[in-house]
């Protein structure tokens, strides 16, 4: 099994930045890919950024050029680096990473992150 452990979330002002970590610990070989969701209040979760083993990057329209994320295999852990926040960056931030063995898929518990004056 796969445990995903995110931090780094919390209270910050709009254009400020924050930096999301998020630790893969266990049966971590068959993971191909992480990247990061996010879901407000009243609206579905998207995912906003990817990263696949090989260093290929895709990001939704609403974060590019605002948002990196990188990872670094030798610590097992993925990171989004958020700049240029908006209110509307305002959610709670999952880690996900898809792996070719069963169950697949895999969740951290979330982290918030909220952009308010």
């Known amino acids: 099994q796969v445990q995903l452990v995110e931090s780094g979330g919390g209270l910050v002002q709009p254009g400020g930045s924050l930096r999301l970590s998020c630790a893969a610990s266990?049966?971590?070989?068959?993971?191909?890919?992480m990247g990061w969701y996010r879901q407000a209040p009243g609206k579905q979760r998207e995912s906003i950024a990817s990263?696949?083993?090989?260093?290929?990057?895709t990001y939704t329209d609403s974060v590019k050029g605002r948002f990196t994320i990188s990872r670094d295999n030798a610590k097992n852990m993925v990171y989004l680096q958020m700049n240029s926040l908006k209110p509307e960056d305002t959610a709670a931030y999952y880690c996900?990473?898809?792996?070719?063995?069963?169950?697949?898929?895999?969740w951290g518990q979330g982290t918030q992150v909220t952009v308010d004056s």
């Open positions: 990263i696949t083993t090989g260093g290929s990057t």
């Open positions: 266990g049966s971590i070989f068959g993971i191909y890919a």
């Open positions: 996900h990473a898809n792996s070719a063995r069963f169950p697949y898929d895999y």
